[in-house]
Nanobody, 125 residues
Framework: QVQLVESGGGLVQAGGSLRLSCAAS????????MGWFRQAPGKEREFVAR????????RYADSVKGRFTISRDNAKNTVYLQMNSLKPEDTAVYYC??????????????????WGQGTQVTVSS
């Protein structure tokens, strides 16, 4: 069983940057693909980014492509989300997710079996 803990959220002005971290424990971290999702108040949880077990094949939502970068350090059991050029529309609770099952769509929340508690990102105008 894997447990995920996000950190790094906070307040930032539009155009600024934040780096989120997600520390994993439990099952071997390198066996999981990792994703980031976000959920704004009153909105559905939406896909942000995903990275493969081998630290490759990154995928991004169109809304963050070119601004966000997902990466992982398997030796540290940690996945990161570097967020640059932040916009007020990026304001949301950001969740780290893990899956050992590659049969589902990488952008679908149902494809992931473990979730962190979330970390708040607020981008001011």
């Amino acid at each position: 069983q894997v447990q995920l803990v996000e950190s790094g959220g906070g307040l930032v002005q539009a155009g600024g940057s934040l780096r989120l971290s997600c520390a994993a424990s439990g099952r071997t971290f390198s066996s999981y693909a990792m994703g980031w999702f976000r959920q704004a108040p009153g909105k559905e949880r939406e896909f942000v980014a995903r990275i493969s077990r081998s630290n490759g094949n990154p995928r991004y939502a169109d809304s963050v492509k070119g601004r966000f970068t997902i990466s992982r350090d398997n030796a540290k059991n940690t996945v990161y989300l570097q967020m640059n050029s932040l916009k007020p529309e990026d304001t949301a609770v950001y969740y780290c997710a893990a899956t050992g099952d590659y049969s589902g769509a990488y952008y679908a929340a149902l494809s992931y079996e473990a979730w962190g508690q979330g970390t708040q990102v607020t981008v001011s105008s």
